[in-house]
């Protein structure tokens, strides 16, 4: 028993979601959260301050979660994956946090699974991780990709070494796959999923 207790534990794993205040697109937050706790695994809210985040859909305000640790006081050693939720603001917000920039690159750096969808790009640009890399997001910001090195194409999920990216909602059960993916068995190499319809 004690060692069927064992790994579970050893399998359990630490996911942080990262995010402004305010602005993030509610579904993006709430379904790869909902994977990841149903999965066993302990999805943590990361934020630039502490408090509450204010969920929208689209441009309509929608639930509040609390904060459960700030950026400033958190440990990248102590997570095993991060994920990105979009929304317009709630990524530009991001980019403009030095705390949540070097989070975010730093945690690419460790090569553990970074999970991204929608809007979040903008966060990876800002922190200088994108060069030579294959991804996806919104397309507007396939050129700010384009720019800042990578290359930008338009499928479902993408996956280049520990990157994860989607391009919109009707994406996530894509990137939840993959994202579930990468906590069960670590990094993939290379892929994309089906091209856009």
Known sequence: MSELLDETAKSTKRVAFLMAP???ERVELTEPWDAVRDAGHTPVLISTQSGEVQTFDHL???ETRPVD????????STYDALVLPGGVANPDALRMDEQAVAF??????????VAAICHAPWTLIEADVVRGRTLTSWPSLATDIRNAGGDWVDDKAVIDGNLITSRNPDDLPAFIGALMEALEHGV???QTTDSAS
């Not at 700030?70 to 440990?75: E, I, K, L, S, T």
């Not at 975010?104 to 699974?113: I, W």
């Open 22 to 24: 305010e602005g993030i």
């Open 60 to 62: 309509d305000k929608a």
């Open 69 to 76: 640790e700030v950026v400033a006081d958190a440990d990248i």
């Open 104 to 113: 975010v690159r730093e945690f690419v750096a460790s090569g553990k699974p």
């Open 188 to 190: 993939a190499q290379q």
